[in-house]
């Protein structure tokens, strides 16, 4: 597994205008990996943005390295970079406190009362997204302890030949600890909820060092 990053070049007005909807950021992370398109493969690559002293990075988890020449394709030349993340996840260790970061699709299903096909609805209130966090934290090997929404935004997906639609981006950090290694490390690697192709998923941790 390998996770890269690459600064946004928020500087180029032209280059932006490509990047706007989740859709178009999508296309952008499957063309980082040319090889895969050409042998026709479908990794699951999770993905988000993450803001970092009021600057926008690409984070990208993947299962083979990237070719930084395009993850720098809408980014600031000369700062992609790629890290062996195999070596982190056999580090981890249960029981110990990690910083996290996290952004997220909080969202639930109501079934109708006529007995119909169910429908999704995004959480809307702070207290019910972390809810919903806590909700997954045991099935994907974690106790949560301190935690806290640090962003909330819509944003918006276009399908071709359909509406846009908008899609509930939450993102959490906090402190966390391992309960369950063998699922944690699946919940780093496989992401968590829904609208994982959309920015959303992924799951990051720090050792702490209070």
Known sequence: MYLSRVKINDQNRRLLK????AGAYHNWVEHCF?????????????WRIDYLSGERYLLVLSENKPDLRQMEKYGVPGTAMTK???KFLDNLTTGMPYQFRFTGNPVHRVAPADGGRSKTYPHVTVAQQMEWLSDRSELNGFKLHEFNVVNRQKVMLRHHNSRPVKLSCVSFEGMLEITDLNKFKAALINGIGREKSYGMGLLTVIPYRG
């Open 18 to 21: 490509d990047l706007n909807h």
């Open 34 to 46: 040319p090889e895969e398109i050409e042998q026709q493969k479908r990794l699951r690559h999770l």
């Open 84 to 86: 062996d993340y195999s």
